[in-house]
């Protein structure tokens, strides 16, 4: 069946770049999306990319998709301690369902 | 506002008292589905359902039922609780069609002692 991974634990520096990589095994998915969860709450919708797209920017987010590998990335520039959260990576398949990654869990030091 | 509405936030039961967590959208959604999320495994879907009187097996249906009699509402029923079902639910909908992203409820952390 349908699997996406994602590292566990990312650490960086305040005013660093954090990058949170995903993979994902369904060739026929349509939208590949990012979540932010923070503590004590349900996911936010970060940003998404089609997957005829190579590449989105919104701010200070970035995503990659490399469609012939299936990898997927965040970018976010100038990490602040307010992006310490989980991010999840989730594929849509078979038209309309949903698969997530483990998330990953990012730790922003000062 | 639209959002996703759980309830209750918090519960906590005992082995084999039957439960039911309710899950309610205001968006005219046709999608819904409820996760489970666990320290290490991530979101598990449980179950989904595509419109009404439509619900499918995710990957952890076990000891789980739901129903899907409105368009609104889905809620998640554990007939008999056992302890291996504490976790940190959410429930979930989108629209079909399209990009529609999926947007979740606040989570209900259920004890099962």
Redesign the interface.
């Known amino acids: 069946g349908e699997d996406v991974e994602q590292s566990l634990f990312l650490s960086v520096r305040e005013g660093d770049s954090s990058v949170i990589n995903c993979t994902y095994t369904d060739s026929s998915s349509t939208y590949l999306y990012w979540y932010k969860q923070e503590p004590g709450a349900g996911l936010q919708l970060l940003t998404y990319i089609f997957s005829n797209m190579d590449m989105k920017q919104d701010q200070r987010l970035t995503v990659l998709l490399n469609k012939k590998d299936k990898h997927l990335s965040l970018r976010i520039a100038d990490t602040q301690t307010g992006d310490s959260a989980i991010y999840f990576c989730a594929e849509m398949v078979y038209g309309q369902n949903f698969v997530f990654g483990p998330g990953t869990r990012l730790s922003v030091l000062p | 506002e639209a959002q996703?509405t759980q309830n209750p936030r918090y519960l906590i039961t005992v082995t084999g008292k039957k439960l039911t967590v309710t899950c309610s959208q205001n968006m005219n959604h046709e999608?819904m589905?409820w996760?489970r999320q666990d320290p290490?495994?991530?979101?598990r879907?449980i179950y989904?359902s595509?419109n009404v009187e439509v619900t499918d097996k995710g990957d952890v249906p076990e000891g789980y039922k739901v129903s899907r009699k409105e368009k609104r509402n889905f809620p998640l029923i554990l007939e008999s609780p056992s302890p291996n079902q504490t976790s940190l639910y959410?429930c979930?909908s989108?629209s079909?069609g399209g990009?529609?992203?999926?947007?979740?409820?606040?989570?209900t952390r259920l004890t099962v002692t």
């Open positions: 996703v999608y589905s996760y290490g495994l991530g979101l879907q989904y595509m959410f979930a989108s079909q990009n529609s992203p999926l947007h979740f409820g606040n989570g």
